[in-house]
């Protein structure tokens, strides 16, 4: 089940399309780029975070999905909390338990340990959906994605 807070911090963070990145470091560092922040965040500490946290383990969730996240809390309110979808043009070794290339990711940033916690297990759950990942792998408009979410929140 996808929550509707699940559904704001999305369409907060937007999709990205045909992502162009050869190794899991270039992914981070144009996902650090590209997602909308609030107020003076600062990027280079987001990337430092980003990479520092998948020097612990590896994102990747499996089935071709990875969730990368920095490993404390980057922002400060709760209606800054966000999450960047960015669909890869070539799937990317990110070190899967699987052994699966990773063709999307979901760029997690939160506000607080509750909030992290629901968007992790929502998201995990949702990736777990076969037609979830057939969705993902056609690249769908933000619209196509939110109404997905919505059914799967009611």
């Given at each position: 089940?996808?929550?509707?807070?699940?559904?704001?911090?999305?369409?907060?963070?937007?999709?990205?399309?045909?992502?162009?990145?050869?190794?899991?470091?270039?992914?981070?560092?144009?996902?650090?780029?590209?997602?909308?922040?609030?107020?003076?965040?600062?990027?280079?500490?987001?990337?430092?975070?980003?990479?520092?946290?998948?020097?612990?383990?590896?994102?990747?969730?499996?089935?071709?999905?990875?969730?990368?996240?920095?490993r404390g809390?980057?922002?400060?309110?709760?209606?800054?909390?966000?999450?960047?979808?960015?669909?890869?043009?070539?799937?990317?070794?990110?070190?899967?338990?699987?052994?699966?290339?990773?063709?999307?990711?979901?760029?997690?940033?939160?506000?607080?340990?509750?909030?992290?916690?629901?968007?992790?297990?929502?998201l995990s759950?949702?990736?777990?959906?076969?037609?979830?990942?057939?969705?993902?792998?056609?690249?769908?408009?933000?619209?196509?994605?939110?109404?997905?979410?919505?059914?799967?929140?009611?």
């Amino acid at each position: 089940m996808i929550s509707n807070s699940i559904i704001r911090m999305l369409e907060r963070g937007g999709i990205w399309y045909n992502v162009r990145a050869r190794t899991v470091d270039e992914a981070l560092s144009l996902m650090a780029r590209k997602i909308p922040l609030p107020g003076q965040s600062d990027r280079i500490a987001l990337l430092e975070a980003l990479r520092a946290r998948e020097s612990l383990v590896p994102t990747a969730v499996g089935y071709g999905i990875a969730m990368p996240h920095p490993r404390g809390l980057f922002l400060r309110d709760s209606d800054e909390a966000r999450i960047g979808l960015f669909l890869f043009e070539e799937p990317l070794d990110w070190s899967a338990a699987d052994g699966q290339a990773v063709f999307a990711a979901f760029l997690i940033l939160s506000t607080d340990p509750s909030i992290h916690l629901e968007a992790l297990s929502e998201l995990s759950r949702a990736c777990q959906d076969e037609g979830f990942r057939k969705l993902l792998l056609r690249w769908p408009d933000p619209a196509e994605l939110h109404a997905c979410f919505q059914s799967a929140a009611e």
